[in-house]
């Protein structure tokens, strides 16, 4: 008998856990409120390096080539279209971090992602150019409204995916029966609204809020992302995706006037560039202290899981962290440990 498994949520983590489970033969249904403000409004962007210390991302070389992968091959079994690969250009800041690049890019295990600085990106003019530029491989992203519109109408299509709020009075932790109906294991994916849920109230989520703006210019390089301050996403008829901005504890849906400004000067210090904006939008991260997801059992509540806390990499680590949550789910395989909410089991104990 394929374990039947409620879904609450379909962002990200929601569908990413769903396809897994579904491959792996579970029968699943999922629920959501169908107001994202999230893996909707994201940027999608896939970057292996973290530029603040020119570091590789974390578990880079996993994440990637799955993730690159996954993204094709729900493109096949949907029939959309959301993955793009990316080159990003880096302008760097100052002598010290182009130093750190060429340093990096002659380290064999940086290799497949950071090209060796040539003449031509010391002279780039795509940007102000103060102490030249470097392109990262690998990169990719994906338009984040399609992704999620085109796996709503896959999920909805095959009666998986309904559209419902979430009610606490239909919610029978201890024997996971919802609105009457029992199942094997149900996992909450609802995102930074987690927080206003009782059954995994006591993780430290927090909401990152977030702000991007989308310009369109015909000064700007469509070929690259350009990088520094911010980002400049090209993503196609002369539109550019600008972002984006970090607001801690903050989970107000609301545009501002201080968050446009604040992208606007980043966009300045980058180049010199002719635009108009045509739209600024905002959405809400959920993000954790120690930047590491949170995924696994509740320690009370047998079969009870959650996938969340992708903070501002969720496109890279989703695909492979729902294809381990849901080996943990149907065959009670263990997760990586740094992923995995035992790591708090102290604040629901205390
Ligand atoms: C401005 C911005 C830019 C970003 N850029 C990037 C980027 O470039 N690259 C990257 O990797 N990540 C980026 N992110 C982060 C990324 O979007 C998140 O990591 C990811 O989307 C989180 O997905 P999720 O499924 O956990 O949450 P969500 O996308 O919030 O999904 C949760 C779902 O749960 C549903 N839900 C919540 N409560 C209920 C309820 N009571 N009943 C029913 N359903 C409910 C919601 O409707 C929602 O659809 C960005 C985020 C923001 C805000």
């Known amino acids: 008998m394929p374990q039947k498994v409620l879904i609450i949520g379909a962002g990200l983590a929601g569908i990413c856990l769903a396809h897994r489970l579904l491959e792996a033969g579970a029968h699943v249904t999922m629920m959501d409120a169908g107001q994202n ?162 059954t995994f109230g006591y993780l430290p989520l927090q909401q990152t809020k977030g702000q991007i703006l989308t310009i369109e210019s015909s000064q700007i390089s469509q070929k690259e992302s350009l990088n520094r301050k911010c980002f400049v996403l090209p993503v196609g008829e002369n539109l550019f995706r600008v972002g984006a901005t970090y607001e801690w504890n903050n989970s107000s849906l609301h545009t501002t006037q201080e968050a446009k400004q604040t992208l606007i000067e980043n966009l300045n210090a980058l180049g010199s560039f002719d635009y108009q904006i045509r739209e600024q939008i905002a959405g809400v991260r959920p993000t954790v202290l120690d930047r590491r997801p949170l995924m696994g059992e509740h320690p009370k509540l047998q079969g009870v899981f959650i996938f969340n806390g992708l903070g501002t990499k969720g496109y890279m680590m989703a695909p492979t962290l729902a294809r381990e949550l849901a080996a943990h789910i149907l065959d009670s395989k263990g997760l990586h440990p740094e992923t995995c909410i035992s790591r708090f089991n102290d604040l629901l104990l205390n």
């Open 37 to 198: 403000h999230s893996s909707a409004v994201a940027a999608g962007m896939v970057n292996p390096m973290v530029f603040r210390r020119m570091n590789k991302s974390w578990r880079l070389a996993e994440f990637l080539k799955e993730g690159s992968d996954f993204y094709q091959q729900i493109e096949k079994r949907t029939g959309g279209q959301f993955y793009h690969p990316l080159v990003i250009r880096r302008f760097f800041s100052s002598q010290q971090e182009k130093d750190l690049w060429d340093e990096k890019s002659n380290d064999q295990s940086y290799e497949p992602y950071l090209e060796k600085i040539i003449q031509e990106d010391t002279l780039n003019q795509s940007a102000h150019n103060l102490f030249g530029s470097g392109r990262v491989k690998a990169a990719f992203w994906v338009h984040a409204a399609n992704w999620l519109k085109e796996n709503w109408r896959y999920f909805t299509d095959q009666e998986i995916l309904i559209k419902e709020v979430f009610k606490a009075q239909k919610w029978e932790a201890e024997s996971k029966h919802y609105d009457g109906i029992q199942y094997d294991a149900v996992a909450f994916c609802m995102g930074y609204l987690q927080k206003n849920e009782a």
